[in-house]
């Protein structure tokens, strides 16, 4: 894949208690069962939530694990959002694996929506549906695509963080997310719901689920069809996009100013005065929509072009970003400014069925089926190809016209300029249809061994994703080399070909045309000022559409079985809970490319590819209360402890384990606390991705004059390795490079550790319950693929050069700049995170206040309050195993190294008033201030690096009327509720620096209107 210009960059044993449940069902209290109305909404009544942190189901505030449950209506009141946006309101899951976070980039992950708990990556979460494992999204992506799990058919959603391995298996490092489908469904509900932003970025979706019972209810067969679209979100759309970056600030330079501003002196450092300051309108005026013909010596722009090829002067640059970027004026003809060509959110189209069944064969034995497919149509727009000087233009060029022949009259062939241009309107796409097919079909009951009564379940499941991808415009490289060679055949008077013109000669040596010996037959010219003009015959030479088909298989079989040792063991609080079972799983992936790409005749290349792995587990938990309501000061005390051993085909055998306990000395307090043992086997494309072909985006050199100051073993390492003094390094452009998997890789094991309090002050403040919790988890061997960013500042950045990562990148011998970097996957060091959880959920019926005064007697409700706050300590990866003392600082730190958005400080509160036929919510998002610098300890500049060094702190808020019409138009809608909602209510956008750099993930992009209707019968 070419490379990309990036102005910008050159220029989380734990807790979750963050529930998004609003009133009914977000307190896990035992109560009566919940009524509906008749529109189908909940009721204000509390319920027991059985969930997901363990196997032996008890109610979540009886949990030593802390779980958060985001309700039924949280889901339904989101507007029409997809439900990896919806998990992702948490404050304890990450942002940075949403449908906007993988849009615009070079992969094939475009439409993919994941769940990152704890930024500890997606791989180390996982999501189950129903308490079974569902199929990851893509061949090169491990993890569950929740956009295949449509909101619509989704009851609440149970999120346990922490180490769940003993419980669940490998990739539940970080945590559980368990999706839990709507069941045993009678009668209809349609949904249908649209909104938009201020006249951009429209959403739409509908469904409709049908059910019925049959055969004296006992049989229920329920049936769902849904459609979900996202328009597209282009960065210049977003209200504050003003192409911002980051220039030399003029006031801390250590020489003179050069003129044009095509290199700067390295700022200052440590003298209290800002290195870099933000400014508008940074861009390239190197590589241009309608081409630049760089200075054959100095390789500064030397002429630019308007959108007929006709010369025009030479942008003046006013502050100094990079070798090829800089601050230039708004309205410049031929500037690059990457938010012209940015997607902030690519347009996505999902829709599909659900089919479910479930039968009761007798009191004792009852069967489920679930079969879904779902298709998602997703267009992924990139920036258009281009050339970076990689040709020498021709003196006898057909296109040059009489004003640039005159301006480079009597200049030496070898002194005639390079080119430097976008080929191709629009730029690049993908389209890629993602297909996910899943069926489970389980049976469940109980039986009595004599020793207990004993539930049992057990499942068969089998998932298929398939992807098509279809790259378009991908330059076809010997053929653009020879396109691109023109001159004017002598026989016709008419541009043609070089290579079709015997007489022409053959172009200058080391001009860049190498390549178009290989061309193929049929030629046509390409105009290199102001390519857009170039007729679709030149385009379908020099570029094409090349597929490539995916498929993506996951096979799993469990049975499970719990009991309880009433019958022949108890102590004083009761007897031992036991759950026993097993479980195989088999995953398969295969990859065919175009031959044209596995031949590397394209600019995106790829290799054929298949790998696959099987595992054998078997778990044990058990679970004692030893004793209850026993005397003063010894309400409760209770025990569990799980191992889980697993057999992987490729790393051998591996164990997991758990033990937590609580301790209540009185009815409304409780203490509780979690250590865990959690592993991670490697996943297949971590181990058996082969050998492909990539470029490496907005690297930046550590090496280079501007940079080299900013660590403390910055100088002295670039000395060692030879960099000259004063070296100004061109790394704008991608470098080309090599990634592949790796079968040596160590499982990963993780420690876990949460301590808690629950407060539940029942007879004193009826409906309140508090929880604060503390959690650390450490990952030692951490499978990470380290970034072409990561590999360059580890060698330089380690006490003394690392030969771990100084390996896996070459230099010009001439030139010292990097061309090429090899990556793989590796074992770090270690990765740890800690902090704490503050979970607050309240329900009060107003009515006894409401009806003391005749002017509030019209206000008789309920009113509830969920109230989540998430600070993290630390987030810290060690990715050096030679040198296990360096470490990135992550927390509080929108963007660094790689990691984007983790505020220290986030929250989320719900404010619900529920009045008969009205519903009026209120919400309230926070996101903490955080930094936009690196605050490694080895960082030499810290804040002094940018002159607005931190992205603000901003709350959102969000409120949301609905409305169950009853019997209004005479009964005829009873059943239908209406609403309406604006999200971020004020407006607030995304900090100014952040916008369009890819940090802008975690943040809104303005107000957003939604209205809609729900219809039950």
């Not at 689920?209 to 282009?234: H, P």
């Not at 009761?360 to 069967?367: P, R, T, V």
Request: hydrophobic share 35%.
């Amino acid at each position: 894949m070419r490379a990309t210009l990036t102005p910008k960059s050159i220029l989380f044993g734990t807790t979750l208690l963050a529930s998004v449940a609003v009133a009914a069902g977000a307190m896990a209290q035992t109560a009566p069962a919940p009524a509906t109305t008749s529109g189908g909404a909940e009721s204000n009544t509390l319920q027991e939530i059985v969930v997901t942190g363990t196997r032996i189901p008890r109610p979540n505030l009886e949990q030593a694990t802390p779980v958060s449950v985001v309700s039924p209506t949280v889901i339904q009141q989101a507007g029409p959002a997809n439900l990896g946006d919806i998990i992702a309101q948490l404050p304890a899951v990450g942002s940075t694996t949403t449908v906007r976070a993988n849009s615009n980039n070079f992969g094939d992950t475009a439409g993919i929506s994941s769940i990152d708990l704890r930024n500890l990556g997606t791989s180390r979460t996982l999501v189950l549906v129903d308490g079974q494992r569902h199929v990851n999204g893509d061949v090169s992506f491990n993890a569950v695509d929740v956009n295949s799990i449509p909101p619509e058919l989704v009851d609440h959603v149970e999120v346990t963080t922490g180490g769940a391995s003993a419980i669940y298996g490998s990739d539940a490092v970080s945590g559980v997310v368990n999706i839990i489908l709507k069941k045993r469904f009678e009668g209809l509900q349609m949904d249908a719901q649209a909104g938009s932003y201020d006249g951009f970025g429209a959403k739409y979706k509908a469904s409709v689920t049908a059910g019925k019972d049959f055969l004296d209810d006992r049989l229920n067969l329920t049936v769902s069809a849904f459609y979900n679209k996202e328009n597209a979100i282009w960065v210049r759309d977003v209200p504050g996009a003003h192409n911002y970056g980051t220039i030399t600030n003029p006031a801390d330079i250590g020489g003179a100013t050069p003129s044009g501003f095509y290199s700067y002196p390295s700022p200052i450092r440590n003298d209290g005065i800002p290195d870099r300051i933000f400014v508008p309108n940074v861009g390239s005026d190197y590589v241009t929509p309608n081409g630049t013909l760089l200075n054959a010596g100095t390789f500064n722009p030397q002429f630019m072009f308007d959108s007929h090829g006709r010369l025009i002067p030479v942008a003046a640059r006013t502050g100094y970003n990079s070798f090829a970027f800089g601050q230039l004026p708004q309205n410049c003809q031929d500037c690059y400014f990457g938010e012209d060509l940015n997607q902030e959110t690519s347009p996505i189209e999902t829709k599909g069925g659900d089919f479910r069944l479930n039968y009761d064969f007798s009191d004792h034995l009852h069967g489920d089926l679930d079969a879904k497919l779902v298709q998602s149509n997703v267009q992924n727009v990139i920036q258009p190809s281009f050339t970076f000087a990689d040709y020498q233009l021709q003196p006898d060029n057909a296109f040059i016209q009489p004003d640039l022949a005159a301006a480079l009259a009597g200049t030496a062939a070898s002194d005639y300029p390079y080119i430097a241009e976008f080929e191709q309107p629009g730029g690049r796409s993908q389209n890629i249809r993602r297909r996910t097919f899943r069926i489970v079909g389980g049976l469940n009951g109980d039986f009595d061994a004599g020793f207990a009564k004993v539930n049992w379940d057990g499942h068969l499941n089998y998932g298929r994703v398939s992807t098509l991808i279809r790259n378009n415009d991908l330059r076809i490289t010997s053929n653009f080399a020879a396109a691109i060679d023109s001159v004017i055949d002598p026989a016709t008077g008419q541009p043609a070909c070089r290579i079709n013109v015997p007489s022409a000669g053959a172009p200058t040596a080391g001009s860049g045309y190498d390549a178009e010996a290989n061309a193929a037959p049929g030629c046509v010219p390409f105009n290199p000022f102001a390519p857009g003009n170039n007729n679709a015959s030149a385009f379908a030479y020099s570029f094409g559409s090349f597929d490539t088909s995916d498929t993506l298989s996951q096979e799993d079989a469990n049975l499970n079985f719990n009991f309880d040792t009433s019958r022949f063991f108890k102590l004083q609080g009761g007897p031992l809970g036991v759950a026993v079972g097993a479980e195989y799983r088999q995953e398969r992936t295969k990859s065919i490319s175009d031959p044209t790409m596995v031949a590397g005749l394209t600019e995106n290349t790829a290799n054929n590819s298949s790998g696959g792995y099987n595992v054998k587990e078997a778990y044990v938990e058990l679970s004692q209360t030893i004793f209850k309501d026993y005397a003063p000061f010894l309400n409760e005390l209770s025990v569990d402890a799980a191992y889980r051993g697993a057999d992987y085909s490729t790393v051998g055998r591996v164990g997991a384990y758990k033990f937590s306990g609580d301790y209540g000395p009185v009815s409304w307090l409780k203490f509780r606390t979690t250590y865990s043992r959690s592993i991670r086997a490697p996943n297949i494309t971590e181990a058996f991705l082969p050998s492909s072909s990539t470029y490496f985006n907005g690297t930046t050199d550590p090496c280079s004059v501007e940079n080299i100051g900013s660590h403390a073993n910055y100088a002295k390492n670039c000395a060692a390795a030879g960099i000259p003094p004063n070296f100004v390094a061109n790394t704008n452009a991608g470098i080309l490079g090599k990634i592949s998997g790796n079968p040596n890789l160590d499982p990963e094991k993780s420690i876990s550790y949460t301590g808690g309090v629950v407060f539940q002050p029942t007879e004193l403040i009826p409906g309140l319950a508090v929880t604060l919790d503390y959690y650390a988890i450490k990952i030692k061997n951490a499978i990470t693929q380290v970034a072409g960013q990561d590999i360059i500042n580890n060698c330089y950045d380690s006490a003394n050069l690392d030969p771990t990562f100084c390996s896996l990148f070459t230099r010009d011998p001439v030139t010292h700049n990097i061309n090429f970097i090899q990556t793989t996957y590796v074992n770090a060091s270690k990765l740890e995170t800690s902090g704490y959880e503050l979970h607050v959920t309240y329900v009060h019926d107003v009515s006894p206040v409401t009806q003391r005064w005749d002017f509030t007697k019209g206000l008789t409700g309920t009113f509830s309050a969920d109230i989540n706050a998430d600070y993290v300590v630390r987030l810290r990866n060690f990715p050096f195993q030679s040198d296990p003392n360096t470490y990135h600082v992550l927390e509080g730190v929108v963007a660094n190294n790689g990691n984007e958005g983790t505020p220290q400080w986030k929250g989320l509160a719900d404010f619900t008033y529920r009045q008969g036929p009205t519903t009026v919510i209120w919400q309230v998002r926070y996101v903490g201030k955080g930094a936009l610098f690196n605050t490694d300890p080895t960082s030499v500049d810290r804040s002094e690096a940018l002159n607005d060094p931190y992205a603000k702190a901003v709350f959102y808020h969000d409120i949301s009327v609905h409305y169950q019409l009853g019997d209004h138009f005479g009964g005829r809608l009873s059943g239908m509720e209406v609403f309406a909602g604006v999200n971020n209510v004020f407006g607030e956008g995304a900090p100014y620096q952040t916008i369009g750099t890819g940090n802008d993930v975690g943040y809104d992009l303005g107000r957003f209107f939604f209205a809609g209707f729900r219809y039950r019968q």
